[in-house]
């Protein structure tokens, strides 16, 4: 597969702070991958130093193939960081036409964006005072106008109320359709599982998983538990295949009073995975 980005080994400290620690992260061409990890996990500091925020101090990150800290590989890249504030006499349409023209595009570029993302409307109104789901679309339009060949997307719904969350989902969910190569860091388990082809659980700066959304956590989401109530007390069996072992036991026992099969949800899994399961 055509890798849009390759990181690898990277680690970073801040002072003292390991915030980053031998992370390996490929994003596929067309491919839609979440970075999933509590508060501190190293998010930000991996998407920093893949938009070239950050200098390395440890590792590699290619972006197209190219040095993101480079203006000719930043070009190659949409960003849409956590907040932005917006200047307060710039105008929507303003703001995606100077994008565009800063990304050596034609200003004719941000007509088509504004209405892919419903902005045209807006394009006259002042960008400091529109509503929080309006200046994110906005921020969108901006990032894409230049077609990047990457799309970055920090906590994109940090803060917004359900519907505007779900609404903006679809719109990312379109744009990943449509061939659009994501990397979205997400607090929200939902939002992986919603958005993304692929997620990398990061805690304490290590990956702790990586796959597919429903795979995460491997094996251990196959596995049920099996209890009933036994002669001396709640039993309880760890299983990947129940039906087999509730039919063995049957056999032997009769019958099983209080009979429950339980298997862990995505959520339970995840917060094992970052440490802070029951
Ligand atoms: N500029 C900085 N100076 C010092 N320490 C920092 C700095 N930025 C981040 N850190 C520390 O590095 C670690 C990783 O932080 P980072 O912001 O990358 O995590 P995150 O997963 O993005 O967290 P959040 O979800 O809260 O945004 C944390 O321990 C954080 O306190």
Request: charge should be positive.
């Amino acid at each position: 597969m055509d890798r849009i980005l390759r990181a690898h080994g990277l680690g970073h400290s801040y002072g003292r702070t390991r915030a980053l620690d031998g992370v390996d992260l490929e994003v596929g061409r067309g491919e839609c991958v979440a970075l999933l990890g509590p508060n501190g996990a190293g998010k930000t500091t991996l998407v920093n130093l893949v938009i070239g925020l950050l200098r390395v101090q440890q590792g590699r990150v290619l972006v197209a193939g190219g040095d993101p800290r480079q203006a000719t590989t930043r070009r190659h890249l949409g960003v849409m960081q956590q907040s932005m504030d917006f200047p307060p006499t710039l105008k929507v349409a303003e703001l995606v036409t100077g994008a565009a023209v800063r990304g050596g595009k034609k200003r004719s570029a941000a007509g088509p964006v504004l209405a892919q993302l419903d902005l045209t409307e807006l394009s006259g109104r002042r960008a400091a005072r529109l509503s929080g789901g309006q200046k994110q679309r906005l921020q969108l339009a901006m990032a894409l106008v230049n077609k990047p060949d990457l799309l970055v997307l920090d906590e994109p719904t940090a803060g917004f109320d359900p519907e505007v969350r779900r609404q903006f989902w679809q719109l990312i969910r379109a744009l990943a359709d449509g061939g659009t190569t994501i990397l979205l860091t997400t607090h929200y388990l939902d939002e992986a599982e919603a958005l993304a082809d692929r997620v990398t659980v990061l805690s304490g700066g290590t990956v702790v998983a990586q796959g597919p959304p429903a795979t995460l956590g491997g094996r251990r989401r196959g596995t049920a538990m099996v209890r009933w109530s036994g002669t001396t007390g709640t039993e309880e069996r760890e299983t990947d295949t129940p039906a087999r072992l509730i039919g063995e036991l049957f056999a032997i026992e009769g019958e099983l009073p209080g009979l429950t099969v339980t298997r862990p949800s995505l959520e339970d899994t995840y917060l094992e995975l970052i440490g802070q399961g029951a």
